[in-house]
Nanobody, 123 residues
Framework: QVQLVESGGGLVQAVDSLRLSCAAS????????MGWFRQAPGKEREFVAA????????FYGDSVKGRFTISRDKAKNTVYLQMNSLIVEDTGLYYC????????????????WGLGTQVTVSS
């Protein structure tokens, strides 16, 4: 049974940095895509970033390009999201997800989800 557990969220000020972690367990993730999504109150779930577990190719949503970096540590079975130059609009519940669909930004392509970690950016 796949488990994804996010951590590292919190309350920070604009321009600060934060690193989120996603501890993955329950299977080997070779051939899988690991993604980060976020959802603000009243808004749809938004694609943030994704990484191919095997090859390490990365993908980013337009709103975070140049500020966020996704990475993974195969030995620790953990995916990270380094968030720099945070802005108020980055506020939301951040989810980690895994899947095998090729449509990277589409949340429907991901089969397993964590419960999320809250990130709040104040001005």
């Amino acid at each position: 049974q796949v488990q994804l557990v996010e951590s590292g969220g919190g309350l920070v000020q604009a321009v600060d940095s934060l690193r989120l972690s996603c501890a993955a367990s329950g299977r080997t993730f070779g051939g899988y895509v690991m993604g980060w999504f976020r959802q603000a109150p009243g808004k749809e779930r938004e694609f943030v970033a994704a990484i191919f577990w095997t090859g390490g190719n990365t993908f980013y949503g337009d709103s975070v390009k140049g500020r966020f970096t996704i990475s993974r540590d195969k030995a620790k079975n953990t995916v990270y999201l380094q968030m720099n130059s945070l802005i108020v609009e980055d506020t939301g519940l951040y989810y980690c997800a895994s899947g095998r669909d090729s449509n990277i930004p589409n949340p429907r392509g991901y089969t397993n989800w964590g419960l999320g970690t809250q990130v709040t950016v104040s001005s």
